[in-house]
């Protein structure tokens, strides 16, 4: 993975907070970063982590599997902690026993196994960032980057962090970590680097170099490193020349490269610095135990290093009951599909669990309640059923891409991209309403005064208008929320100004049906308002794109 000439502000003329950032993060890395406090360590680990978008310069080969701890790991979720990692390791690709497998083994491994049906909103401190690092190690990432990840922890769960970062370098993972206690993983980074003044720039002979995992002992603590160094850059080195910025080392002349020892079985030559090299690959499987069969391993199925006992309760029980198979492959590479349902089931599990739905849907009954006389007709009762589902669904969706805090915004955003994220939080927000809609249009279908339209046709005008209508409001919604408005008094009143301008103007597909529908009423002919649903599942489609897409850069 590499930063080229990265940088980072807030706003359009916003300081920058860094700038000219050139950083090399090979597989198998342990990469610590340094710097007084306000100097920009977070604003770097959310670019390496892909939670935050450059301003300028470019961040390639990014691991697919990518794992955040925040800072300020939020605590107001409306989930229990297990629950909250279920969702997570469903959003990484695992399935729902293994996710509820790894949740109880990484809470046990933590010391929070009594928590695991406790409300993420009752944990305390401590509790809460045990969480937050068992979320990131639940799927075995390929990028960890933890974020002063050990504060608030106590002695053991501290350990057990350590233990599980060698894990992860052991397994060709690389790690970034920013901690302000300097004995942290003390003697093990590969690199450090310091966050000054806007730049990132590596630390030399900062501590012992970390041998690579299976690699023969490096160089001695404080010697400095041989051919291969760090060099700055410099005018025809053809690298970008920026603070920070490690230049590939030039290739030593063959007659100076040390010979190789003759056998060719015999250790290697000491590797001068092994970071420029890719470390040698994990073991692919552990070391067989001895008085085990080797007739009953399954070749080419890993063990995981820890399995999970099984505690008390479901959890335990989850865990025992999860299939071996899935425990025996930590790395499921997940696929975007089972992605997105995930994503979509976490949002659902916010929303509902929040009961931010209740205002809204309140909001839309009170309108039909008062709205809908008996004995009118039912097209023009089913208008009005379509035509107050825009501003709840506009509001709906606002509730859904605002509803998390933006720290557990950022994990999921690791786990499963930006835009992503904010597409289920989109389509969240606007399935809920159209649900909600075509129960009304059935129930007004089934009670209004049809005056000879068949409840069929009726029921077909009224769905069509309600798709419309609802739809129209998710491109509102889309459009007054994260990432264009992000001021709540801003964002609000757009909402209702978005909402009366969709209804009443012309070429508005909301307004289109509407009319469609009352105007049947007249008549009575119930004219289905085809065009109208076809135009709002466009214009729905593009102000998500322009949303997601906005989302994946802009935040
Ligand atoms: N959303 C934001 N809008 C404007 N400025 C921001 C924003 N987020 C961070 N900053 C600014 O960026 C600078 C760097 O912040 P950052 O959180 O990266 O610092 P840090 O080195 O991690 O600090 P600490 O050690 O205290 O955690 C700070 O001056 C902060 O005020």
Redesign the pocket.
């Known amino acids: 993975m590499r930063l080229e000439r990265v940088g980072r502000r807030?706003?359009l003329r916003?300081r920058w907070?860094l700038r000219e950032v050139g950083l090399d993060l090979p597989a198998g890395a342990l990469v610590r970063v340094v710097?007084?406090?306000?100097?920009?360590?977070?604003?770097?680990?959310?670019l390496v982590a892909g939670v935050d978008a450059p301003t300028e310069g470019r961040v390639t080969g990014r691991p697919p599997r990518t794992a955040y701890v925040p800072?300020r790991f939020p605590v107001a979720l409306p989930f229990t902690a297990a629950d909250y990692l279920v969702h997570l390791g469903r959003v990484r690709g695992l399935g729902r026993a293994a996710a509820r497998a790894r949740a109880e083994e990484w809470l046990e491994r933590f010391g929070a196994g009594e928590h695991a049906r406790t409300a993420m909103a009752e944990l305390s401190k401590g509790t809460s960032q045990k969480v937050a690092a068992a979320q990131a190690l639940l799927a075995e990432p390929s990028l960890l980057v933890l974020?002063?990840a050990w504060t608030g922890l106590d002695t053991g769960a501290r350990a057990e962090l350590d233990a599980a970062v060698r894990g992860r370098l052991a397994a060709g993972a690389t790690v970034v970590f920013?901690d302000?206690d300097p004995r942290r993983l003390a003697g093990e980074p590969s690199a450090v680097y310091e966050?000054r003044d806007g730049r990132v720039r590596e630390r030399e002979n900062h501590e012992p170099t970390r041998p690579a995992p299976g690699a023969p002992a490096g160089p001695a603590p404080g010697v400095p490193a041989g051919p291969g160094s760090r060099v700055p850059a410099g005018p025809g080195s053809g690298a970008p020349a920026g603070p920070g910025f490690r230049v590939p080392p030039t290739p030593a002349p063959r007659s100076a490269t040390p010979p190789r020892p003759p056998n060719p079985a015999g250790p290697r030559p000491p590797r001068p610095d092994h970071r420029l090299r890719r470390p040698p690959p994990a073991p692919r499987r552990p070391p067989r135990r001895p008085g085990r069969r080797a007739g009953r391993r399954r070749p080419g199925v890993r063990r995981p290093h820890h399995r999970p006992h099984g505690g008390r309760g479901a959890l335990g029980r989850a865990a025992r009951r999860a299939p071996r198979r899935l425990l025996a492959h930590p790395s499921p590479r997940p696929r975007r599909r089972t992605r997105m349902t995930a994503l979509l089931r976490y949002q659902t599990g916010l929303l509902l669990r929040s009961q931010r739905w209740l205002a809204p849907l309140l909001l839309y009954v009170a309108v039909l309640g008062v709205g809908i006389s008996v004995g009118e007709p039912v097209l023009g009762a089913l208008g009005l059923t379509a035509g107050a589902l825009l501003p709840v669904t506009a509001w709906s969706v606002r509730i859904c891409v605002t509803q998390e805090p933006p720290a557990a915004r950022n994990v999921v955003a690791a786990a499963a991209g930006r835009g992503r994220a904010h597409l289920a939080a989109l389509v969240t927000g606007t399935v809920l309403p159209v649900l909600v809609g075509g129960v009304a249009v059935l129930a007004v279908t089934a009670t209004g005064n049809r005056r000879g339209v068949t409840a069929l046709a009726a029921a077909t005008a009224g769905l069509l208008a309600v798709l419309a209508c609802a739809l129209t409001g998710a491109a509102v919604g889309a459009l007054v929320s994260r990432p264009f408005v992000r001021a709540p008094g801003w964002s609000l009143s757009a909402l209702v100004l978005g909402s009366l301008l969709a209804l009443v103007t012309t070429g508005s597909p909301a307004k289109h049906a509407m009319t469609a529908l009352i105007t049947g009423a007249r008549t009575p002919i119930a004219d289905p308002p085809w065009f109208a649903a076809a135009g709002a599942v466009l214009l729905a489609a593009v102000c998500a794109a322009l949303a997601c897409r906005a989302t994946a850069r802009l935040e």
């Open positions: 807030h706003g916003g907070i710097g007084t406090n306000g100097t920009g360590k977070s604003t770097l680990l959310r800072e974020d002063e920013v302000h966050v």
